[in-house]
Structure formats: structure tokens, C-alpha cells
């Protein structure tokens, strides 16, 4: 079993920035990518981003390429997301998610293994 909590979420105006953490915890130490998902008020869920175990390899959804940016530092159990330039629409419960099996990071959603609780994000315009 393993253990996503995010953190770092909250209430931003049109342009701010947050950045998003989530720390994984549980499973023996094996490689795996991770993701973040994010669901907006009667939206499906979608990816947003992903990185690699190394940190080599990411991938963004197109809405947020050159405003995003997924990390993963040295302690590989740890990702960031970097929010820049915020919309309205970037409003959402973001999601962390790993992957034990794909390389490179996969956009779909049943790729991953494990799943967060979610951190809620709010734009307001």
C-alpha cells in the first residue's frame, strides 16, 4: 500500500501562483512515476502532469504547458507542481497519483496505482 498526501493548495487570484507537494509514503523503496489529476466542479478527471523516476522524462497537458512545472528532487517519495500565471479555469481538486509499471509517464488515468486524497485549488477572477 502506499500513502499520497498533498498539501498546498488554496485560494489565488487570476495570475498567482501556488505550487502543490505530495509525499508518498508506505511501499518499499522501488522506482515509479507520478502524476498530478484534477477534477473541476462537474468536470471528469484530468491529467495535468507527469514525471518520470528519474525526473528526466515529463509530460503536461497542453492547457498547461509554459505555466506549469512538475519537479521531483532528490527525495524521489516527494513532487511538486509549480502553478504559474493561474486561470479561473485551473480551479480544482488536484489529485497525486503513482505509477509503478510505465516508463515514461502515462497520461491515463489507469495507469496509476495510487491515488491521494486530493488538495483544492481556487482560482478567483
Known amino acids: 500500500q502506499v500513502y499520497l498526501v498533498e498539501s498546498g493548495g488554496g485560494l489565488v487570484q487570476a495570475g498567482g501562483s501556488l505550487r502543490l507537494s505530495c509525499v508518498a509514503s508506505?511501499?518499499?523503496?522501488?522506482?515509479?512515476?507520478m502524476a498530478w489529476f484534477r477534477q473541476g466542479p462537474g468536470k471528469e478527471r484530468e491529467f495535468v502532469a507527469a514525471?518520470?523516476?528519474?525526473?528526466?522524462?515529463?509530460a503536461y497537458v497542453d492547457s498547461v504547458k509554459g505555466r506549469f512545472t512538475i519537479s521531483r528532487p532528490d527525495a524521489k517519495n516527494t513532487v511538486y507542481l509549480q502553478m504559474n500565471s493561474l486561470k479561473p479555469e485551473d480551479s480544482a481538486v488536484y489529485y497525486c497519483?503513482?505509477?509503478?509499471?510505465?516508463?515514461?509517464?502515462?497520461?491515463?488515468?489507469?495507469?496509476?496505482?495510487?491515488w491521494g486524497r486530493g488538495t483544492r485549488v481556487t482560482v478567483s477572477s
Open positions: 508506505g511501499r518499499p523503496f522501488s522506482p515509479y512515476a
Open positions: 514525471i518520470s523516476w528519474s525526473g528526466g522524462s515529463t
Open positions: 497519483a503513482v505509477d509503478y509499471t510505465s516508463n515514461p509517464p502515462q497520461m491515463a488515468e489507469g495507469a496509476y496505482d495510487y
